[in-house]
């Protein structure tokens, strides 16, 4: 029996569909990018994960951003001037923003949202210190009014790293500040997807079609954003061997972060690119209790000066030497602030037996050093094995403690003694932009018990500091940049390990990637 | 039978209880403060006790308890402190591709294993007996996870048969689901294998070797219907047992397959949650694991009366 007509119809009219459809789907630009961590929050004024800032990147803009030459750059604001007295500045956004709602950008917004991350950044804080009022003037025009002349307005709003000053609509941006926001409305090149949010497993983005991309071309998290896929998507593999195996049969386009020991192995695949597309790498750090014995002492601190080989931790924590070097100075080197300027301390010829006479020097009794470990955080891992070393060949009585990151982290702000659960020594690394400034080094504040953890107490470090926020131009900052370090290397706040790289890894079919600090996802293209 | 089950669905509140309070408790000495995870490394510590009062993690533990407790009697399994997602939603995105995993291993498992128990029993002593043998011990020797990468070895990277990692859901069609869900089902299933095949094996020899089989064999009974109809079913008792058992191990034993396959399931989501100190979805996990384990157990129990009607409750 024949099938009747209209059945054959209604399979001719859906094969119709589905080969009008298939090109459709086919055309849709997908970029899959293995991201360094799981999304978990989608808040980059709440946490200063580094994950959640790059998410911050692809959903929200700036009103100003850092470009490759360090210079504060324009981005939602189309203009801007200072009064004579330095202490009004007036801003004016761009034509055309809007945000993922349809919403346009307002004065009211931004305004809003810098007061809310003026209360959790580091700099945005000292921002806020400085200021007397915001106001909107009209719908695309603000002003601020600072209290005194302030060098660093710029420098704040166009900060690059956590936490990045992103403007967000004024019903989301009054959220309290240690509260996370409900949903991910920005202006930024990419709008989140949220429905298809599965946290553990897929960020999706898509490219949000009313946004006024800049003119000048891309550099860092300035110039035009223009975005040349229809969709992203974050897909997190947690198990490394899997990711490399993901990659190398091109089930994903993009590996964020390359572990060492799978450099050898995705080399060998023509159709793969390795590179180093960060220019300034991160830096590692060795952080002393300076509460407690015996590392509240600075002879025991500065004799471990001697004894640092930032080579060793430099191939411990990259694997190769060339993702990892020596860095020898408290602010990031290859940027405008890093100086060598009493460095042969740590960079000079290794000194045991000078670094053994300053330990008896400090008087040190045996106590016990607890060297706090995350084995789940391969850097900082890698840093404790080899200090932990260093500190038996030095002889002193040192105990490596074992636990996961979330362990270390909560335990670090215990200022007991080691018998009660304190700790002497714990590791940890912060990207290059957030160790570039004396504004931004959190571990260099000498501020005693509102200090970072470890909590060192300097007076002189705390008023070149104020110095260098007084300083009137570039010169002057840095000649105060390398006081602070002079400083520093006497004191000890922590000892820099090392400055590396972790490269990645993309399909040929890719280009456009851009060398920034951050992966950023515009201007890159698929084939 | 119907009052044997109230009985038992009934004690599972008990149970529940028990392990509520218990988790609970276990997390709140437990070391980790989501706060600090959640303030990063600049943090000071007045910004992490900030965000502690206002997670409401600075409470008294009988408040804290109290207050979760209330929420869970009104079926809300709270917010997870990190991506501020209903716990009942993640666990809700999560659940399926878990359970895929798990029902698709225990599939491969038993049409795979039983069989090969039942062979190696019927020719025992002779090399099959042994080749099932050896799989059985290598079954349980190669860990999961380097099962896991060979396969993905050889059928995804040089055969290009299979997808290396991810999730489809059925929703999405038969087909792309079976071929995401064939490697992990083969890995994490293999030492379930070896483990009822040697059960299956052990208890068939058991029954074989019983006078009614010698009776059935001595009436002329073809091998099929005596190894069957008369010596499976009753040897059925301890393997159901084991592969009873084998569901609860599967289910706590996923994280593995889940974290090399990247399969978005319950395990990922419960050692994700562990590491942040996410409380509400460890919280909320475990109690569905238990859940899971007490009605597994009772139905286990039940098949008891339909394989041997000996069994009566």
């Given at each position: 029996m024949s099938k009747p007509i209209p059945t054959r119809i209604h399979a001719l009219a859906l094969a119709a569909c589905l080969l009008a459809a298939a090109p459709a789907v086919a055309q849709q630009k997908v970029l899959r990018f293995i991201p360094e961590a799981d999304l978990r929050s989608i808040d980059p004024i709440w946490t200063t994960a580094y994950i959640t800032r790059n998410h911050g990147y692809m959903v929200y803009d700036t009103l100003f951003a850092t470009d490759a030459k360090f210079q504060i750059q324009p981005q939602m604001v189309d203009k801007w001037d200072v009064s004579a007295d330095k202490l009004i500045y007036t801003f004016t956004l761009r034509d055309g923003l809007k945000f993922h709602d349809g919403q346009p950008v307002r004065s009211a917004d931004v305004i809003a949202s810098i007061e809310r991350w003026a209360k959790r950044d580091v700099l945005g804080q000292k921002l806020g210190e400085m200021t007397d009022a915001w106001s909107a003037v009209s719908d695309k025009t603000f002003r601020l009014k600072l209290k005194k002349p302030f060098a660093y307005v710029l420098e704040a709003l166009g900060k690059?790293?956590?936490n990045v000053p992103f403007i967000m609509p004024e019903r989301i941006a009054k959220t309290d500040a240690f509260q996370q926001i409900p949903e991910p409305i920005g202006s930024g090149p990419f709008r989140m997807v949220k429905e298809e949010w599965v946290p553990g497993n897929k960020v999706v983005y898509a490219k949000f079609t009313d946004y006024v991309p800049r003119k000048e071309p891309p550099s860092w998290a300035a110039g035009g954003k223009v975005v040349k896929v229809d969709r992203v998507e974050w897909r997190y593999i947690p198990d490394s061997a899997t990711a490399a195996a993901a990659i190398n049969s091109g089930e994903?386009?993009?590996?964020?972060q390359l572990p060492p020991d799978l450099i050898p192995l995705l080399a060998k695949n023509k159709d793969i690119k390795i590179e180093n597309t960060d220019p300034l790498g991160s830096m590692g750090m060795i952080r002393f209790?300076?509460?407690?014995?015996?590392?509240?002492?600075p002879k025991l601190r500065q004799a471990l000066l001697h004894v640092v080989a930032q080579q060793d931790y430099a191939i411990g924590i990259a694997g190769d030497p060339k993702n990892g070097k020596p860095c020898a100075?408290?602010?990031?080197?290859?940027?405008?602030?890093?100086?060598?300027?009493?460095?042969a301390v740590l960079s000079g010829k290794r000194d045991v037996e000078r670094a053994k006479q300053l330990v008896k020097e400090s008087g040190y009794k045996g106590e016990k050093i607890v060297v706090m470990d995350a084995t789940d955080q391969p850097i900082v891992h890698a840093q404790a094995l080899i200090t932990t070393e260093m500190l038996r060949k030095l002889g002193l009585n040192v105990e490596l403690q074992a636990g996961d990151w979330g362990t270390l982290i909560t335990r670090r702000s215990s200022k007991e003694p080691v018998e009660k659960g304190g700790w002497s020594i714990f590791h940890t690394w912060w990207v290059g932009p957030d160790q570039a400034t004396p504004a931004l080094n959190a571990a260099l504040r000498g501020s005693g018990d509102k200090a970072w953890f470890g909590w060192p107490t300097d007076t002189r470090l705390e008023e070149l500091r104020d110095q260098w926020f007084a300083a009137p131009d570039q010169a002057a900052q840095k000649k105060i940049a390398e006081q602070i370090q002079q400083r520093a290397w006497e004191v000890v706040p922590y000892i820099p390990t090392a400055q590396f790289i972790i490269p990645t890894a993309y399909r040929t079919n890719l280009s456009g990637i851009l060398v920034s600090p951050v992966n950023f996802m515009w201007n890159v293209e698929k084939k | 039978m119907f009052a044997y089950l109230v009985k038992r669905l009934l004690a599972t509140i008990p149970v529940m209880g028990v392990v509520a309070l218990f988790v609970f408790s276990l997390l709140y000495i437990s070391p980790g403060d989501p706060a600090a995870v959640i303030a990063g490394d600049i943090a000071t510590d007045e910004d992490i006790a900030r965000i502690r009062a206002k997670l409401g993690l600075d409470q008294p533990y009988l408040v804290r308890f109290g207050t979760w407790l209330w929420a869970l009697a009104h079926g809300d399994f709270g917010v997870s402190i990190f991506t501020n997602l209903p716990v009942s939603q993640l666990i809700g995105q999560r659940l399926e591709p878990t359970v895929a995993l798990t029902l698709c291993t225990l599939i491969v498992t038993v049409l795979t294993a039983v069989p090969i128990g039942v062979i190696a029993a019927w020719r025992v002593g002779t090399w099959v007996d042994r080749v099932v043998m050896g799989f059985s011990v290598l079954g349980f020797s190669v860990p999961v996870f380097v099962f896991a990468y060979l396969l993905m070895f050889v059928?995804?990277?040089?055969?290009?048969?299979?997808?290396?990692q991810g999730y489809v859901s059925i929703t999405e069609g038969f087909w792309p689901f079976l071929r995401h869900m064939i490697l992990p089902s083969v890995a994490l299933g293999t030492v379930y294998m070896a483990l009822i095949a040697r059960i299956t094996r052990a208890s068939m020899l058991e029954v074989l070797s019983q006078d009614y089989i010698r009776t059935a064999q001595a009436k002329g009974l073809a091998s099929r219907d005596v190894l069957m109809r008369h010596a499976l079913k009753n040897a059925a008792v301890p393997i159901v047992t084991v592969i009873g058992i084998g569901i609860a191990l599967l289910i706590s034993g996923v994280v593995v397959t889940e974290t090399v396959f990247a399969i978005p399931g319950i395990g990922r989501l419960t050692v994700d949650a562990i590491l942040r100190r996410d409380y509400p979805i460890i919280q909320a996990v475990t109690l569905l694991f238990s859940a899971v384990y007490v009605l597994i157990n009772l139905a286990v129990d039940l098949s008891y009366t339909l394989l041997d009607p000996r069994i009566r409750y």
């Open positions: 690059p790293s956590s994903v386009d993009w590996w964020q209790n300076h509460l407690q014995p015996p590392f509240n002492n100075s408290y602010f990031t080197c290859g940027t405008p602030l890093a100086n060598d300027a009493g460095s | 059928f995804s990277i040089e055969l290009e048969w299979l997808p290396v």
